[in-house]
């Protein structure tokens, strides 16, 4: 008999995992806890799980964007609108009749394996439901993670995931801000709330610096011009781009940033057009690391001080399982090894999409995962032993973030090209190999 499969979430990754395992025939059941699909690009989302901003528009461009099996709408813009995200989404929904499959407003409270295999799922509604897969899609940018500053500070604070923009959920007009944090949010934020018909005085706290790189070059969206191939060392190309990066972005420092700590590639660099502008016309000035708070006044590491009346912390989410015990499972300072990003050794009814940070983008990435998702479901792809899952664990690690300065940031790292190649030319033949071996999968081509 065909197991049965449960996905936790309708964003991006849920998404995906169910239009794929769909294709292969395994039927399923997607619990969401919104009314809505598209999870973190469901602005203002009513579960308070989406970190999207009334300004967001997406940092990667359209061309990186598309779900193989559904073209994004070629009228959209490079970037696009949060809004136009939502509306592929729903598009691609709509398609392949994915909603169907949704039960909404019915999360899933707690989950718990049983013994010998398969999942217990109590849900929302009451109800006590049994499968035998699990999908875990419930996304990474949603539980905020808050820097702990020596003192207390007795001005307003809020993280970024509840900033909606200068009015919602502070008045920030007229005010002195300081943002802490380098990422794309930061930035956005920062120069959005730096803009002189505010009226605000904002400072930007950056503890290890950033490399930032355009949005454009030569006209065209930089991103369609790097494309990391399989078949040169990736340390290589990462050189080959640190040597070109002054030339198309200078360095930070020269409009104001602290002198980055690491070399590009070795943090996620920013990707901004604006920043520099802002930096470099006074609008916006930066700062070092904080030190330490007394009342509103913050002091930095430079032994330089300043009042303010508002902090915003762009400074990350934690990963966060809230459906499973912690004794079971959870990933401390966000390290969560799993095999090709989404299998933990020891499950075999167990696998995650969409835990990473995927360059150039999650789109394709969580697709690409979702093919290898209904393999394993449909029996036609077979994990490897537990020893050499964990060696391909540690050697992944090392190639996709062992370069990269130690961060509950910068855990999940992974380039999609690498990846994709990886998983279409190695790991799903080779998967279909292992469950013919052992009997689970036809013999015969393909």
Same mark, same amino acid.
């Given at each position: 008999?065909?197991?049965?499969?449960?996905?936790?979430?309708?964003?991006?990754?849920?998404?995906?995992?169910?239009?794929? &395992?769909?294709?292969?025939?395994?039927?399923?059941?997607?619990?969401?806890?919104?009314?809505?699909?598209?999870?973190?690009?469901?602005?203002?989302?009513?579960?308070?799980?989406?970190?999207?901003?009334?300004?967001?528009?997406?940092?990667?461009?359209?061309?990186? &964007?598309?779900?193989?099996?559904?073209?994004?709408?070629?009228?959209?813009?490079?970037?696009?609108?949060?809004?136009?995200?939502?509306?592929?989404?729903?598009?691609?929904?709509?398609?392949?009749?994915?909603?169907?499959?949704?039960?909404?407003?019915?999360?899933?409270?707690?989950?718990?394996?049983?013994?010998?295999?398969?999942?217990?799922?109590?849900?929302?509604?009451?109800?006590?439901?049994?499968?035998?897969?699990?999908?875990?899609?419930?996304?990474?940018?949603?539980?905020?993670?808050?820097?702990?500053?020596?003192?207390?500070?007795?001005?307003?604070?809020?993280?970024?995931?509840?900033?909606?923009?200068?009015?919602?959920?502070?008045?920030?007009?007229?005010?002195?801000?300081?943002?802490?944090?380098?990422? #794309?949010?930061?930035?956005?934020?920062?120069?959005?709330?730096?803009?002189?018909?505010?009226?605000?005085?904002?400072?930007?706290?950056?503890?290890?610096?950033?490399?930032?790189?355009?949005?454009?070059?030569?006209?065209?969206?930089?991103?369609?011009?790097?494309?990391?191939?399989?078949?040169?060392?990736?340390?290589?190309?990462?050189?080959?781009?640190?040597?070109?990066?002054?030339?198309?972005?200078?360095?930070?420092?020269?409009?104001?940033?602290?002198?980055?700590?690491?070399?590009?590639?070795?943090?996620?660099?920013?990707?901004?057009?604006?920043?520099?502008?802002?930096?470099?016309?006074?609008?916006?000035?930066?700062?070092?690391?904080?030190?330490?708070?007394?009342?509103?006044?913050?002091?930095?590491?430079?032994?330089?001080?300043?009042?303010?009346?508002?902090?915003?912390?762009?400074?990350?989410?934690?990963?966060?399982?809230?459906?499973?015990?912690?004794?079971? &499972?959870?990933?401390?300072? #966000?390290?969560?090894?799993?095999?090709?990003?989404?299998?933990?050794?020891?499950?075999?009814?167990?696998?995650?999409?969409?835990?990473?940070?995927?360059?150039?983008?999650?789109?394709?990435?969580?697709?690409?995962?979702?093919?290898? &998702?209904?393999?394993?479901?449909?029996?036609?792809?077979?994990?490897?032993?537990?020893?050499?899952?964990?060696?391909?664990?540690?050697?992944?690690?090392?190639?996709?973030?062992?370069?990269?300065?130690?961060?509950?940031?910068?855990?999940?790292?992974?380039?999609?090209?690498?990846?994709?190649?990886?998983?279409?030319?190695?790991?799903?033949?080779?998967?279909?190999?292992?469950?013919?071996?052992?009997?689970?999968?036809?013999?015969?081509?393909?």
């Amino acid at each position: 008999m065909a197991p049965t499969a449960a996905i936790i979430g309708a964003g991006i990754s849920g998404l995906t995992a169910g239009k794929m &395992l769909g294709d292969y025939g395994v039927g399923y059941s997607c619990f969401e806890s919104s009314d809505r699909i598209g999870g973190n690009w469901a602005f203002g989302n009513p579960n308070g799980r989406s970190s999207a901003y009334r300004s967001l528009h997406i940092d990667t461009s359209k061309h990186q &964007l598309s779900f193989r099996d559904f073209p994004i709408p070629a009228e959209f813009p490079d970037f696009p609108h949060h809004t136009q995200i939502k509306q592929y989404l729903d598009g691609y929904a709509a398609a392949f009749g994915l909603t169907d499959r949704i039960e909404f407003g019915n999360e899933v409270l707690h989950a718990r394996r049983v013994p010998g295999g398969g999942w217990e799922l109590d849900t929302q509604r009451g109800q006590r439901r049994h499968f035998d897969l699990l999908v875990v899609a419930n996304g990474h940018h949603w539980d905020p993670r808050f820097p702990q500053f020596d003192g207390e500070f007795t001005g307003e604070r809020i993280h970024s995931h509840a900033y909606v923009d200068p009015h919602d959920p502070l008045e920030l007009t007229g005010k002195s801000i300081l943002v802490v944090g380098i990422g #794309n949010s930061a930035a956005d934020i920062a120069v959005e709330l730096s803009s002189k018909t505010l009226r605000n005085e904002v400072t930007l706290s950056t503890r290890s610096g950033a490399w930032v790189v355009p949005k454009y070059i030569a006209g065209a969206p930089a991103d369609k011009y790097f494309r990391a191939t399989p078949h040169l060392p990736l340390s290589w190309q990462r050189k080959l781009v640190q040597l070109l990066q002054p030339l198309a972005a200078g360095r930070p420092q020269d409009y104001g940033l602290p002198t980055p700590n690491h070399k590009l590639f070795e943090a996620h660099p920013t990707q901004s057009v604006e920043l520099p502008v802002r930096l470099g016309s006074g609008d916006l000035v930066a700062n070092g690391d904080v030190a330490r708070v007394d009342g509103r006044t913050v002091h930095f590491q430079d032994g330089s001080s300043g009042q303010f009346d508002v902090i915003v912390c762009a400074t990350g989410y934690n990963i966060t399982f809230p459906f499973f015990d912690e004794e079971f &499972l959870s990933a401390p300072d #966000n390290h969560f090894p799993l095999y090709k990003r989404m299998f933990k050794p020891g499950f075999d009814d167990l696998a995650f999409a969409g835990f990473a940070q995927a360059v150039p983008t999650l789109f394709p990435f969580v697709e690409c995962q979702a093919r290898l &998702l209904a393999a394993w479901a449909a029996e036609l792809y077979r994990l490897p032993p537990i020893a050499e899952m964990q060696r391909v664990i540690t050697a992944d690690e090392r190639r996709f973030i062992g370069h990269m300065v130690p961060s509950a940031r910068h855990t999940q790292q992974v380039d999609y090209f690498i990846y994709e190649h990886d998983l279409r030319t190695r790991e799903l033949p080779e998967g279909l190999r292992r469950a013919r071996a052992a009997g689970i999968a036809p013999s015969g081509g393909g």
